[in-house]
């Protein structure tokens, strides 16, 4: 393999790109895994729905998948919300959601896959768009219009979560409710409210991501499990709840994937995450910019 | 009930039913009871460290695998060189101690965390290791492995009865090895482990290493059962291999049998592998495996503690309290206390 500077630059560049994109694969995680200690390894099916939706809607109506998702995103948020409140009164009340909540999120995992193979079968499906075809280019940089507009949407949606955490009373609230569930409940918020919320978000924004997913490739039910590896790899390196710590783990990560499979073949890239994760939890628990 | 006393019932248990099916006359039926066979053993393996410790293991479909491939590189290495073959029960310990060695290293990175690593970690591996598989192409890569098997095997005679005897065997061998661990210091240690591990870790128990010892037998027994699996089916691919299928079946199992004592396993994996077969063959094998998804949901959110579970409350409500809650009621209408 000849070693080009071009090359390195293009991967470098596209990794850049797609860690955004990664971004907001894990902005919902980072939100339930990270701050609400919820370990919803179901996320990629959600974001699987919202790619299957944003096709249907995109294959008869014609509407760009990122405005259906959108769209979609309060349906996506009431659907958190029940989910949320059948694993609290099944789970997290008994104590029991170290095993058997694990079970029921990926028995949920399970159903959503299996039955999407059922209805679409395991064909790849994808959509169209005006920027899905074109590229820019800058003298040897190629940007790809189908990443980069994920890459900015989704750099949106993880600082608009961010200014929700920080700047709001229920997100600050929800901040709370991971340091001191008493506490909240002694300034009269209820706790179990503040985290049904929460989790309603953290399923919303897998919409968003669904129709990110299918801009950039072409999706079929089983994808989503490249990207459980991915997604915890990214929360645990980002500090596990910090929304700027995601976006920066999510770009390196990028970057690590695109320089792998530029020079060694794209079927060595999703085994970079695990190697990430691993060496994440071996070296540095806390993460990045772990609190 | 002493252990080689249980053992002996086993032993005998299995020679009635292989005696039987020998006498049914049917190769159909060792073909499917194989597959059932091979679930208990995996179901029996992930709660060793699931039902015992507390630890969910999401890769069971990993270690499987890595038993299965273990033996494909052997057959290459010996078709290939001449050599002559391995007999299948040493391909079996070699696959067995690749899977508990993997197991180990894994469970030394990420159990000295929280919990939730370890399966996220191992939710991982599997997605890994298939790519180190389909990578490589000694085993097959992404095409797949061929293994020829033998017709007959001397002196049991058809190859099928002796890839269901040895599967046999090895289920009867982790339901010892579960129930061993249940009564023994070793099981107590995982129970506590898997109450209160700050506790146990403050009463002077060895969390990581009893930790360790699970994940390292847990992962040995799967890989195990995975290394006769390409003598099975002839045609060993990666994507069926490290299919999810076996990971929710090896979880669903125990969870709906029962997690809290060997039985459990037993009676899932019996039921659940039955039902699989019949539905595999009367309806369709995705919609048999959606099946195990919503039965595993259902099963962990209205009956945590499975069939065992529901069996024992069952058989503990006393009749007297029928009859005091009936006089109760006809006293005071309404007030059932």
């Given at each position: 393999?000849?070693?080009?500077l ?11 790109l797609?860690?955004g ?38 294959a ?5 998948p ?7 995103m309060p ?15 099944s ?15 990926f ?7 299996v ?16 920027y899905i075809g074109?590229?820019?280019?800058f003298?040897i ?5 189908r ?25 600050r ?38 129709a ?24 645990v ?8 710590g ?8 990028g ?8 020079f ?9 995450s695990?190697?990430?994760?691993l060496?994440?939890l071996?070296?540095?628990?806390a ?5 | ?11 005998a ?6 005696a ?8 159909y ?6 597959v ?7 179901g ?5 460290l ?13 270690f499987?695998a ?16 001449d ?27 990420t ?10 970690a ?14 490589w ?9 061929y ?6 095997i001397?002196?049991i005679?058809?190859?099928?009865q002796?890839?269901?005897l ?27 482990i ?18 360790l ?5 847990s ?11 390409p ?20 979880i ?5 049998g029962g ?9 899932g994996a ?11 063959v ?22 945590p ?8 409350t ?7 309290d ?16």
């Amino acid at each position: 393999m000849v070693f080009s500077l071009d090359l390195l630059i293009n991967a470098v560049v596209s990794g850049i790109l797609i860690g955004g994109f990664y971004a907001a694969v894990t902005s919902g995680v980072s939100l339930s895994f990270g701050i609400l200690d919820i370990v919803n390894i179901a996320h990629p099916a959600f974001i699987i729905l919202g790619s299957y939706i944003a096709y249907i809607v995109n294959a008869n109506l014609g509407i760009d998948p990122i405005l259906t998702s959108i769209a979609m995103m309060p349906a996506f948020f009431v659907l958190g919300s029940g989910i949320y409140q059948v694993y609290y009164v099944s789970f997290e009340k008994r104590g029991q959601e170290s095993l058997r909540g694990l079970a029921f999120f990926f028995g949920l995992l399970f159903i959503t896959e299996v039955t999407l193979v059922l209805y679409f079968g395991v064909d790849y499906r994808y959509v169209e768009a005006s920027y899905i075809g074109p590229s820019w280019h800058f003298g040897i940089l190629d940007i790809p219009m189908r990443i980069l507009v994920p890459c900015l949407v989704s750099l949106l949606l993880t600082a608009g979560l961010q200014i929700f955490l920080t700047r709001t009373f229920v997100g600050r609230a929800v901040m709370a409710v991971a340091q001191d569930q008493l506490a909240l409940r002694l300034m009269a918020v209820d706790p179990i409210r503040i985290k049904r919320i929460a989790f309603g978000v953290s399923i919303a924004t897998a919409s968003l991501a669904g129709a990110f997913l299918i801009i950039i490739q072409p999706v079929e039910p089983s994808v989503g499990r490249e990207y459980i590896g991915r997604i915890f790899a990214i929360c645990v390196l980002g500090g596990m709840g910090s929304l700027p710590g995601t976006v920066i783990a999510a770009m390196l990560l990028g970057i690590v994937e695109s320089i792998t499979a530029t020079f060694y073949g794209p079927s060595w890239a999703p085994a970079v995450s695990f190697g990430f994760l691993l060496l994440t939890l071996a070296v540095r628990p806390a993460g990045l910019l772990g609190r | 009930m002493r252990t080689p006393v249980f053992l002996l019932v086993w032993v005998a248990i299995s020679a009635v039913v292989f005696a039987g099916s020998v006498w049914l006359g049917n190769d159909y039926i060792f073909f499917a009871g194989y597959v059932v066979l091979q679930y208990v053993v995996l179901g029996t393996a992930w709660n060793i460290l699931g039902g015992y410790c507390g630890y969910v293991n999401f890769g069971s479909a990993a270690f499987f695998a890595l038993g299965a491939y273990s033996s494909v590189a052997i057959y290459r290495l010996v078709t290939e060189n001449d050599l002559y073959g391995l007999p299948l029960p040493l391909l079996m310990l070699i696959g067995g101690l690749v899977s508990g060695v993997v197991g180990f290293g894994m469970g030394y990175l990420t159990l000295r965390l929280r919990g939730a690593f370890f399966a996220i970690a191992t939710l991982a591996l599997a997605v890994v290791l298939q790519t180190l598989v389909v990578n490589w192409d000694y085993v097959g890569g992404s095409r797949g492995a061929y293994i020829i098997r033998p017709e007959r095997i001397e002196p049991i005679g058809n190859y099928i009865q002796y890839l269901f005897l040895l599967m046999m065997a090895l289920a009867v061998g982790a339901l010892t090895i579960a129930r061993l661990i249940e009564h023994s210091r070793l099981g107590y240690g995982f129970a506590s482990i898997r109450d209160d591990e700050l506790a146990a870790e403050a009463s002077g128990v060895p969390t990581l290493r009893l930790k360790l010892i699970a994940t390292t037998i847990s992962g040995a027994l799967m890989g195990m059962a995975g290394a006769p699996f390409p003598y099975y089916i002839g045609y060993l691919q990666p994507s069926s291999t490290f299919g999810l299928d076996y990971a929710v079946n090896s979880i669903a199992m125990p969870l709906i049998g029962g997690t809290t004592s060997w039985v459990g396993p037993l009676i899932g994996a019996l039921l659940l592998g039955s039902l699989q077969q019949i539905a595999t063959v009367t309806i369709s094998s995705a919609v048999n495996l959606l099946i195990v998804g919503c039965l595993l949901v259902i099963f962990v959110v209205i009956a945590p503690n499975g069939i065992v579970g529901l069996v024992h409350t069952y058989l503990q409500r006393k009749p007297e309290d029928f009859v005091g809650r009936r006089r109760v009621e006809a006293e005071m209408p309404g007030k059932v206390p």
